[in-house]
């Protein structure tokens, strides 16, 4: 199972990785690379142990992408 990065409060894949102070350093040979492909690329066997006080928190990752602007329909088909 996989789950939802929430960068801004430092969770990764449901890993808690911390929050990032500055930058990322830069790869010459991953440019796009941001230092948390290892947590992003684990495949979960079963899921988190849920939290009392955020009970539906990891949100599962259900592999769907959010509409990118929902008030405007996002992108037409070719229907």
Known sequence: MKYKDDLPNGWVNGYYVGLRQG???QDSLEPAADGYEVQRDTQRQGTVTPDKLQP?????????KPDPEPDKGGEQGNG
């Open 56 to 64: 539906n928190y990891p949100e599962p990752d259900t592999g769907t």
């Open 23 to 25: 930058t990322n350093t």
